[in-house]
């Protein structure tokens, strides 16, 4: 299933919870990590479960919980008090390597036979580029790693700090600077080699959603199926951009039928444009995309 809109929540906010739920996220993301205060740790731990038991239906709206990095005393705590809870997915921050979610999927393993959940059924989203040798062990990936990564966002934020930049953008553009760009690039092709989904970067300045949609087309002519929000107001303009409009479902079915009644032939034209292989492919991931978003209604 693929999730276009993942909306962070702080997970010590009762009344964010609460109004997530309301919200049109394909999914939540209740956080553990940077946007709750060392202090309110464990009452954010245990108001997470709380909602997470009292929400068992996750048809409309999954529901994911951002832990602590595996390398702090925080993460293991987590854990163990939401997997009663049985989240849809574990978000894990500041990772090194794929070895941290092999680390994590054998967590995830015990956590559920504990609660009696279903072996493999919590899902990891990796925030794949938040160190900065992160940026060096992408290839790890193609090593065999759990199912469990369904998808794998980036990160430019905590990256720019392990980078030591004083800034990660262009003061003239407001664009990305290249490290980031890296980032982002390693991200999708890593995320498209092993089948996972994957997931723009939030857009921070959470006012301009003319922006927002501009950053998710971006995104979306990239390869990215989906984008991490931190308001409530970003998540309708994610979930329309990253839903193949009437236009684009219509044109991609001239491209498939133009092929299917010229069957033998590698090229063909349309409206004036040349149309290889390539374009049908795009097509057919186009018409695949519109049934899995259009199935929710
Ligand atoms: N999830 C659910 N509800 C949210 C929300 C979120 N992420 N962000 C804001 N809201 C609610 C507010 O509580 C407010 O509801 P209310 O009027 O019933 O109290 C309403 O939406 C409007 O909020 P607004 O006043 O526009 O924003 P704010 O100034 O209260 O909050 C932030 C701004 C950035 C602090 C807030 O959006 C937030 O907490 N975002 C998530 C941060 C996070 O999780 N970061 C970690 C990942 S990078
Ligand atoms: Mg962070």
């Known amino acids: 299933m693929i999730l276009r809109s993942w909306l962070f929540v702080p997970g010590d906010s009762e009344r ?16 553990l990590e940077d946007s709750v205060a060392k202090e309110r740790q464990q009452f954010a731990r245990e108001t997470v479960r709380g909602f997470l038991q009292a929400q068992p239906d996750r048809a409309r709206q999954r529901l994911w919980v951002r832990i602590n990095p595996l390398d702090t005393e925080f993460a293991l705590p987590d854990l163990a008090a939401v997997m009663a809870g049985a989240p849809d997915g574990i978000v894990l921050p500041k990772v090194y390597s794929a070895a941290e979610v092999t680390m994590l999927d054998h967590c995830l393993s015990a956590l559920e036979a504990r609660e009696g959940l279903a072996r493999g059924s919590t899902k990891i989203l990796s925030v794949a580029t938040e ?24 990160g430019g934020e905590d990256l720019a700090a392990a980078l030591g930049a004083s800034d990660n953008r262009n003061p003239a553009t407001g664009e990305y600077d290249d490290p980031y760009l890296v ?21 921070v300045d959470f006012r301009d959603l003319a922006g927002l949609e501009a950053d998710c087309h971006r995104d979306r002519r990239a390869g990215f199926v989906g984008k991490i929000a931190i308001h409530p107001d970003q998540s309708a303009v994610i979930n329309r951009a990253f839903t193949p409009s009437d236009e684009e479902i219509a044109h991609a079915r001239r491209v498939v039928e133009v092929f299917e009644k010229n069957p033998g032939l590698g090229t063909v034209g349309l409206e004036g444009r040349m149309l290889d ?12 995309l519109a049934e899995q978003v259009g199935a929710k209604g």
């Open 183 to 203: 980032a982002k690039s390693l991200c999708l092709a890593t995320a498209r080699a092993i089948g996972a989904q994957p997931v723009g970067v939030v857009h």
């Open 131 to 154: 160190t900065a040798a992160s940026l060096l062990t992408f290839h790890t990936y193609l090593n065999g790693v759990t199912d469990r990564l369904v998808a794998m966002t980036w």
């Open 16 to 31: 964010k919870l609460a109004k997530g739920r309301e919200n049109a996220a394909d999914a939540l993301i209740l956080d």
């Open 277 to 288: 292989m390539p374009h049908l492919k795009q097509a057919r991931n186009l018409l695949a």
